[in-house]
């Protein structure tokens, strides 16, 4: 599994790259422009992300907008969604508004902060992506 952790804040880039760790090929980046670039060049390479962890709240591009860029590319080079990345939006919004945008862009989970290793697991094991065996923290 590959796997690419967005979010603008570094200790959790790290937190969820941890939680992560033995499990799958983690890739990190600190914006929309450079996870959109990442996600570009995956698909080029034939190395596409299994799943996808964006944060919500980023400054320049924010996670709405850049899920809805990787979707969009994903459209134009022919991946059908359900080929496409997992994409999981990792946030502390947990309003409404928020989810229901996410969802209608193209995401197809919802992690509220702070996450929690079983939660991480469990929703790993609902996409697909299991049985995961790690020692707890």
Known sequence: MKAL?????????KFLKA?????CEVDLAKSGYEAIDLVK???EEA?????????????DLDGIETLQEIRNHEVKKGIP??????????????????V???FSKGCEYYLVKPIQQGKM????KEMGFGPIETESW
């Open 5 to 13: 952790i967005v979010d603008d804040d570094l200790i959790n880039r």
């Open 19 to 23: 939680m992560l760790m033995g499990i």
């Open 41 to 43: 060049a995956s698909i």
């Open 47 to 59: 190395a596409t992300y299994d799943v996808i962890f964006l944060d919500i709240m980023m400054p």
């Open 81 to 98: 969604f359900e080929k496409g990345a997992k994409i999981v939006m990792v946030t502390a919004l947990a309003d409404k508004e928020n």
């Open 100 to 102: 229901l945008s996410a």
């Open 121 to 124: 697991f469990d929703l790993l």
